[in-house]
């Protein structure tokens, strides 16, 4: 049976994890299986129970505890769930929660990249994108338009930071993703049978749609950061160097939307 608290202080180190620590403190870089998240909404909650992510305690609003929250507090056993009225979340959280329900859950251990590329045939490869939102986006775009998994370099931000987990809604959980742990990971991948392709505006890029793009069996499709793109290096070491053509004077779009674009193009073989 599940554990109902209703809250009566807010300093309570119980409710440390919604209200007082930071992504940072929650990642636990020092010791990575004591790490953990936070899902918003019931989607998202469900989506990460889906995937086999275990619940630490939830924090939601009174009315859902026989309500919507009802089947997701069902599914998480004897946790702790904290619950007070909306206006008492919003003061403890400092934000206004997502239909009124968050749940604090373990990290799951991370695959290797070889687990990652078994079996795929078009994935995704994020090099240093920072901002939460689009990485959330990229995430969402890449399980609607046929990506098999997401792969991604020690400086991007985290897929499980909680802005990212609600912009992706939850799909984060859906496909399969891990970091890459070394600079050489353009060779690993042609050792595993993808071509790699560079999103990238250059003078010799060709465009998204060049028959010999729809033909390869396996693509790794590159996105580079916000600010500055891919590195040299990286578009160096790809097998294409690819554009999306551009109308009315615009030279680039954001790194999601072209992510979104490049999924749609290549992520159905010929």
Known sequence: ??????????????????????????????????????????????RALDAGCVPVSALMEKKHVEGQGKEIIKRCGEIPVYTAEFDVLTQLTGFQLTRGMLCAMYRPKLPAVEEICAGAHRIAVLENIMNPTNIGAIFRSAAALNMDGVLLTPACSNPLYRRAIRVSMGTVFQIPWTYVSDLSWTSALHDLGFKTVAMALREDSIPIDAPQLMCEDKLAIVLGSEGDGLAADTIAECDYTVRIPMAHGVDSLNVAAAGAVAFWQLGNRQ
């Open 1 to 46: 049976m599940p554990d109902i608290i209703e809250i009566t202080d807010f300093a309570a180190p119980q409710l440390d994890i919604y209200a007082r620590l930071n992504e940072v403190q929650l990642l636990n870089r020092h010791e990575p299986e004591k790490g953990m998240f936070i899902a918003e909404s019931p989607k998202v909650i469900e």
